[in-house]
């Protein structure tokens, strides 16, 4: 189980056209692909680092009526129970409890401004 | 100058109520306030820290016919410049130019995708 040293917040962008988008970053910013996930061509999850900061462009769910929000964040910690529980506690609602999926440990939040957070970490 | 040793995207989300923002994620994720400026009460910008993963919560924004996101990402980097000339030359564009302003060094773009990022980092 990995446990990260420092936490960081990935943010996870959504875009039509997610491959558009991953090749664009690589020439803008130099960034590098630490991971990739693409069941069907086209549709795209990766994750890519500037320098080291790290952030993930997904294909899709603009158009999709659940998901009002093209932009979400990934906070990487260690014990992604309690930023559930403490979330829940004053006024998030929870959009998955915690859960193993896809060789992360996670669960996800909405706030109250329309915000999704979800708080996890990789699984060995 | 503070060279950053390992690259951070702080995403800077903008809220019509800040001050509100702020305490919910206070409360809701263990935050704390790692900067806060306050011209005006209310009108707020503060960086707040989730066990060392930072992001920025600023007033007012979303109301502004130009900012047409509220969201951006602040990537801090060591070499503002390279990644704006870079960015620029693939077809990202213009927000504002290197620049010193408010403590820090840093550069903005807009990609093709209608997201804002700004590449800088703390001038000491």
């Given at each position: 189980?990995?446990?990260?040293e420092?936490?960081?917040?990935?943010?996870?962008l959504?875009?039509?056209d997610?491959?558009?988008?991953?090749?664009?970053?690589k020439?803008?910013?130099?960034?590098?692909e630490?991971y990739?996930?693409?069941?069907?061509p086209?549709?795209?999850?990766?994750?890519l680092?500037?320098?080291g900061?790290?952030?993930w462009?997904?294909?899709?769910?603009?158009?999709?009526?659940?998901?009002?929000q093209?932009?979400?964040?990934?906070?990487?910690v260690?014990?992604?129970?309690?930023?559930f529980e403490?979330?829940?506690?004053?006024?998030?609602?929870?959009?998955?409890?915690?859960?193993a999926?896809?060789?992360?440990f996670?669960?996800?939040?909405?706030?109250?401004?329309?915000?999704?957070?979800e708080f996890?970490?990789e699984v060995?």
């Amino acid at each position: 189980m990995h446990i990260p040293e420092t936490s960081t917040i990935q943010p996870w962008l959504i875009f039509e056209d997610a491959p558009a988008a991953l090749a664009f970053y690589k020439a803008a910013f130099g960034a590098r692909e630490t991971y990739r996930l693409e069941p069907v061509p086209g549709e795209l999850v990766a994750r890519l680092s500037v320098g080291g900061a790290e952030f993930w462009v997904a294909s899709g769910g603009v158009k999709n009526p659940d998901m009002h929000q093209s932009v979400r964040f990934v906070v990487v910690v260690p014990d992604p129970e309690a930023y559930f529980e403490q979330a829940l506690g004053v006024g998030a609602t929870a959009v998955f409890a915690p859960r193993a999926d896809h060789g992360w440990f996670s669960a996800k939040v909405a706030d109250p401004f329309g915000h999704h957070w979800e708080f996890g970490h990789e699984v060995d």
